[in-house]
Structure formats: structure tokens, C-alpha cells
């Protein structure tokens, strides 16, 4: 049984699900809200929540030391009532395994004897780590229990890419913690390899395969994201006509909104778009930094220049740029001009893609989602062994 609230991780969590599944079991997944029907399209049974709360710990609220009590306790509260949920479901499904992408999910699992396996992001730098202290120093014994309630904790990523940080840096108790800790590489819901080539993906997507393609995801929502952004990014993508842009703006700015833009002949804007085929498709990728989208461009293998507005997306966006696979630009200093030259400097040198193509083989070592449910198979038969 899977479980997750947030979008990012909750796919995390649906790719170990995908690939259990492919292998013959039966997955079910504690849903809500928005999540439900997306998960419903991955072939996924969904068990339906009406009222599962949202648990982000990185709201609004987090930065602003006036309400840093009122968050936290309402994180303390928001945990409660997801491991109520978690609990009452799976006591009722009895699974042979919770698939965690919420910290209350081990504590349920060690609660009722099932092995539980806890998937988390790695954090690519100081400034990431820095950002977590601030923001869970309140929550801190919340955190612990579940990473030591699990019995299993998949970390997407790879040690290669941390950024000079380890596990010993934030998990304070990562010596009860480090024999059940695996990287597993990008955990992505299908494999780019099994996805048609580049060019087949372009002719798809821009109507020609032999056309350089531009990648530009503006992000799904947040604040930090907006109409001037598309704005800059539309007149940078003028200044080269002899490529196609696609734009992709999620739910960032309302389709009404979209159709007030006058894009150049050379780029579309679309609101939502197969991510990861379209970054297979594309010469260069342009995004914020996120983390999905930073292991979706290692699992394709796929350059990109990166525009950070926070500090774990800085971290992020460092892994491309020190790996020599990404150009890293100022968003407060950036111009129009400055993106085009960036976009072009990467398109026109194969060194980009090249270091880019060596972070994808490196990610593959790691095995992937099909890696987090071999070790799951494993653990699961050996605990049933055991009984």
C-alpha cells in the first residue's frame, strides 16, 4: 500500500508502486483530492480520502519566525491526523508492505507489524541542509521516529552528486540509520530509455525531428513563478528563431491568462505536457531548479540551464553546472539576452551533453525504481521467513 500527500514525492512513491506492480503485485494507494485521479491514470487502485490533509513543510508560513510556532504545531497536527488515516486503512487492507512517501508512514507500519519502506529526496548542498534545519528544528523527534521506524529508506539520488554534504551532516541519528539506507538513482514512473528516440519525441511534439528543441518548464504553482518570468523567457526564445520552444506552465499562470501572451512564431505554450518525454525531446532544458525535474534531466541525460529562486533549487542547479551539464543564471540579474546566449552556448557545444549523458550513466547504476522494489521483494520474503 503507498501513501503521499505532496505531489513530487507522492511519484516518488508511484514509480516503486509502478514497478512492483509490473512484477506481478497488487498495489494500492491512500489518496486525496487532486491525487487521486493522477495516480488512477498510472493503473494504480486507489483507496479515496475525502479529507487527507496536505502536509507541506515548506509553506509560506515556515520563513516567517512569527508564526514559526503556529507551523510547527500545525505540522504536529497535520502529522497526527495523516497517521490516523494511514493507520486506520491499513489495518483494515493488512498489506505486506507500506510504500511511505509521509513520515507518519513507518510509525504506522512498525505500529502494526508491517514492514514499511521510507522514500526520501537527497539533498544536494549546505544550503539545502541549512534550509531543512531552519524549518523542522521544531519537528525534529517527528522526523527521527520514522526514519527509525522504517525498515527500509530509498534515497532518490546518488552519492556522487550531494553537493560535499552526507547523511551525517542532518540525520543525526544516521548510525542506527545507515544499514538501511540505498540510493537508488531517479525514480521516475517510466524509463526514458524505453521511450522513443529524440527524434521521434520532437517529430511528436514539434512536428519535425531534426529541429533543435527548447524545453522551458515554468513550474506547477508557486509563488515564486509568474507572468513576467514567461514574459523575460518569450522574448529570450525571439532572439533564436532557427529553434522551437515549448513552454510549459502547469497551473503557474490560468489558461485565460496564457492566451493574453503573443508568443513568437518559433514557440508554443502549453499548460501541461509529458514531462519527461518532452526533456528527452529537448537539446536543453530550462527550468527553476526543482528536484524532479533535476533527476528527470539526469535519467535523460538531458543539458540544462537552470534559474534557481531558493536555496535547495540553488544546490540542485549546482549538480548540473559543477558536472560541466548545465549553465546556472542569476534570476534577479538575468536579461533576456543573458538566457538566449545560455541556450545557446548550450545547444551549440556537445560538451554539455556529453557530461550529461555520463550523470544519466551514472544514475543507472543505481537501478532505479526497479532497484527500491527488488530490495522490497527481498526484505518482504525474508521478514515473512522470519515469522
Given at each position: 500500500?503507498?501513501?503521499?500527500?505532496?505531489?513530487?514525492?507522492?511519484?516518488?512513491?508511484?514509480?516503486?508502486?509502478?514497478?512492483?506492480?509490473?512484477?506481478?503485485?497488487?498495489?494500492?494507494?491512500?489518496?486525496?483530492?487532486?491525487?487521486?485521479?493522477?495516480?488512477?491514470?498510472?493503473?494504480?487502485?486507489?483507496?479515496?480520502?475525502?479529507?487527507?490533509?496536505e502536509f507541506d513543510t515548506f509553506g509560506n508560513q515556515a520563513n516567517d519566525l512569527r508564526h514559526k510556532e503556529e507551523h510547527f504545531n500545525k505540522m504536529e497536527q497535520l502529522i497526527a491526523r495523516i497517521g490516523e488515516i494511514e493507520t486506520n486503512a491499513a489495518a483494515r487492507e493488512q498489506p505486506d508492505l507500506l510504500l511511505c512517501g509521509t513520515?507518519?508512514?513507518?510509525?504506522?507500519?512498525?505500529?502494526?507489524?508491517?514492514?514499511?519502506?521510507?522514500?526520501?529526496?537527497?539533498?544536494?548542498?549546505?544550503?539545502?541542509?541549512?534550509?531543512?534545519?531552519?524549518?523542522?528544528?521544531?519537528?525534529?523527534?517527528?522526523?527521527?521516529?520514522?526514519?527509525?521506524?522504517?525498515?527500509?529508506?530509498?534515497?532518490?539520488?546518488?552519492?556522487?552528486?550531494?553537493?560535499?554534504?552526507?547523511?551525517?551532516?542532518?540525520?543525526?541519528?544516521?548510525?542506527?540509520?545507515?544499514?538501511?539506507?540505498?540510493?537508488?538513482?531517479?525514480?521516475?514512473?517510466?524509463?526514458?530509455?524505453?521511450?522513443?528516440?529524440?527524434?521521434?519525441?520532437?517529430?511528436?511534439?514539434?512536428?519535425?525531428?531534426?529541429?533543435t528543441m527548447v524545453y522551458v518548464t515554468i513550474g506547477g504553482g508557486s509563488s515564486l513563478i509568474g507572468e513576467q518570468f514567461l514574459q523575460l523567457v518569450l522574448e529570450s526564445l525571439k532572439m533564436l528563431p532557427w529553434l522551437t520552444g515549448v513552454v510549459s506552465t502547469g497551473i503557474a499562470i490560468s489558461p485565460d491568462k496564457i492566451k493574453s501572451?503573443?508568443?513568437?512564431?518559433?514557440?508554443?505554450?502549453?499548460?501541461?505536457?509529458?514531462?519527461?518525454?518532452?526533456?528527452?525531446?529537448?537539446?536543453?532544458?530550462?527550468?527553476?531548479?526543482?528536484?524532479?525535474?533535476?533527476?528527470?534531466?539526469?535519467?535523460?541525460?538531458?543539458?540544462?540551464?537552470?534559474?534557481?529562486?531558493?536555496?535547495?533549487?540553488?544546490?540542485?542547479?549546482?549538480?548540473?553546472?559543477?558536472?560541466?551539464?548545465?549553465?546556472?543564471?542569476?534570476?534577479?540579474?538575468?536579461?533576456?539576452?543573458?538566457?538566449?546566449?545560455?541556450?545557446?552556448?548550450?545547444?551549440?557545444?556537445?560538451?554539455?551533453?556529453?557530461?550529461?549523458?555520463?550523470?544519466?550513466?551514472?544514475?543507472?547504476?543505481?537501478?532505479?525504481?526497479?532497484?527500491?522494489?527488488?530490495?522490497?521483494?527481498?526484505?518482504?520474503?525474508?521478514?515473512?521467513?522470519?515469522?
Amino acid at each position: 500500500m503507498g501513501t503521499g500527500t505532496i505531489m513530487g514525492q507522492t511519484m516518488r512513491v508511484v514509480a516503486i508502486a509502478k514497478a512492483l506492480q509490473r512484477r506481478g503485485h497488487e498495489v494500492k494507494f491512500l489518496a486525496s483530492g487532486k491525487l487521486i485521479p493522477i495516480i488512477k491514470n498510472f493503473g494504480i487502485d486507489v483507496i479515496e480520502i475525502a479529507d487527507m490533509p496536505e502536509f507541506d513543510t515548506f509553506g509560506n508560513q515556515a520563513n516567517d519566525l512569527r508564526h514559526k510556532e503556529e507551523h510547527f504545531n500545525k505540522m504536529e497536527q497535520l502529522i497526527a491526523r495523516i497517521g490516523e488515516i494511514e493507520t486506520n486503512a491499513a489495518a483494515r487492507e493488512q498489506p505486506d508492505l507500506l510504500l511511505c512517501g509521509t513520515i507518519s508512514g513507518p510509525k504506522t507500519g512498525k505500529s502494526l507489524g508491517i514492514p514499511s519502506l521510507l522514500v526520501a529526496l537527497q539533498a544536494h548542498g549546505a544550503k539545502t541542509l541549512a534550509m531543512f534545519a531552519q524549518r523542522l528544528q521544531g519537528i525534529k523527534n517527528q522526523l527521527f521516529r520514522p526514519q527509525e521506524a522504517a525498515d527500509l529508506i530509498i534515497i532518490e539520488g546518488m552519492p556522487e552528486i550531494s553537493g560535499g554534504v552526507s547523511f551525517e551532516d542532518h540525520w543525526e541519528n544516521y548510525e542506527t540509520l545507515k544499514e538501511k539506507i540505498y540510493f537508488t538513482g531517479p525514480l521516475l514512473n517510466e524509463s526514458p530509455n524505453e521511450m522513443p528516440l529524440r527524434e521521434t519525441l520532437k517529430e511528436k511534439h514539434i512536428g519535425a525531428g531534426n529541429k533543435t528543441m527548447v524545453y522551458v518548464t515554468i513550474g506547477g504553482g508557486s509563488s515564486l513563478i509568474g507572468e513576467q518570468f514567461l514574459q523575460l523567457v518569450l522574448e529570450s526564445l525571439k532572439m533564436l528563431p532557427w529553434l522551437t520552444g515549448v513552454v510549459s506552465t502547469g497551473i503557474a499562470i490560468s489558461p485565460d491568462k496564457i492566451k493574453s501572451f503573443n508568443p513568437p512564431n518559433n514557440v508554443v505554450i502549453r499548460g501541461f505536457v509529458p514531462g519527461t518525454e518532452m526533456i528527452k525531446a529537448s537539446d536543453v532544458t530550462v527550468f527553476h531548479g526543482g528536484s524532479s525535474t533535476l533527476m528527470t534531466c539526469v535519467a535523460c541525460g538531458t543539458p540544462a540551464v537552470v534559474i534557481p529562486s531558493m536555496a535547495e533549487q540553488e544546490d540542485n542547479a549546482a549538480v548540473l553546472a559543477q558536472s560541466g551539464a548545465g549553465i546556472v543564471l542569476d534570476k534577479k540579474t538575468m536579461t533576456p539576452q543573458m538566457l538566449a546566449d545560455a541556450v545557446q552556448a548550450i545547444v551549440t557545444d556537445p560538451g554539455y551533453r556529453e557530461q550529461a549523458q555520463k550523470l544519466k550513466s551514472l544514475g543507472e547504476k543505481y537501478g532505479g525504481a526497479e532497484a527500491a522494489a527488488s530490495l522490497a521483494e527481498k526484505f518482504v520474503a525474508q521478514k515473512a521467513v522470519i515469522q
